[in-house]
């Protein structure tokens, strides 16, 4: 079950949002005045070459980083006007997060990797081997939960960490090229399974991506282009039902 919405309105919202970085002289812009709104339960991929703010657009939904300018609101509170324990807690509580490298803990077994976020948010043991248990299930990898990391296909790892930034039920993941480091054949199983997982859970995901064949299966693609948003479109009512099937 989702963290529910405060009020009335999207899931999350950037306003005017521009981000730039110093580099010496040298000033990147990295996003330019971007508007977008994600609602609760979507499946959007956000694409575009590299460069082009990808990695910026994900940090900034995920709470990981602050606009230059603009606004980023997050279950309608303005991610600004938090203080940095507030921010933080917000993100521990609501948004999961699958990296391009996996980024699980070596020494920890599959589901000791997914038992991790719960226990550091202070959930007690049982509590948390009972959610672990349940999202490896989803993500089918009841069977090797005493795996380490080094003993999982990259595939495998990848669905250890979407179980992972599933445990806490959050209302929004974000993964930033979860596919990069896959052979086509998994990127395809790892996407169709975020997009199960989405429908069946109504969590929203946002991912990244420079894969183009990944884009016929997400419900809204926005591309990136040079830190702006040149295209911002749903998929044909019906039609990822009828991809769907062929996942
Ligand atoms: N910390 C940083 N310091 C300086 N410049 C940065 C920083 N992070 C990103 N940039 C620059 O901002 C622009 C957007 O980078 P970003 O990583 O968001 O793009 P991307 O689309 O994710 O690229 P890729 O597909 O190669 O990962 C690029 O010009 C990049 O060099």
Request: with cysteine.
């Amino acid at each position: 079950m989702s963290i529910a919405l405060a009020g009335p309105g999207p899931l999350l919202e950037m306003r005017g949002v521009n981000k730039h970085y110093l580099m010496g002289e040298s000033r990147i812009d990295a996003l330019k005045a971007v508007n977008v709104q994600i609602e609760p339960g979507e499946f959007v991929a956000v694409w575009g070459p590299s460069g082009s703010g990808k990695s910026t657009f994900c940090n900034l939904i995920g709470l990981l980083d602050a606009p230059s300018s603009g606004s980023v609101h997050f279950l309608g509170q303005n991610a600004a006007m938090l203080s940095d324990d507030q921010r933080s807690a917000l993100r521990n509580r609501a948004i999961g997060f699958v990296f391009q490298g996996f980024n699980l803990i070596p020494v920890l077994s599959a589901l000791e990797n997914v038992m991790l976020p719960l226990q550091v948010g202070q959930a007690s043991a049982q509590a948390a081997r009972v959610a672990a248990l349940s999202r490896l299930a989803e993500v089918g990898l009841t069977s090797h939960l005493a795996h380490r990391p080094a003993k999982l296909s990259g595939g495998q790892q990848q669905r250890v960490a979407i179980a992972r930034a599933l445990v806490g039920s959050p209302a929004l993941v974000v993964a930033d090229e979860p596919t990069a480091n896959l052979d086509s054949d998994n990127a395809l199983k790892v996407i169709a399974l975020m997009r199960s997982i989405s429908k069946s859970d109504g969590t929203a995901f946002v991912f990244s991506t420079h894969d183009e064949r990944l884009l016929e299966r997400v419900d809204r693609r926005i591309m990136l282009h040079d830190g702006a948003v040149v295209e911002d479109r749903k998929a044909p009512a019906g039609a990822l039902a009828l991809r769907g099937k062929s996942c």
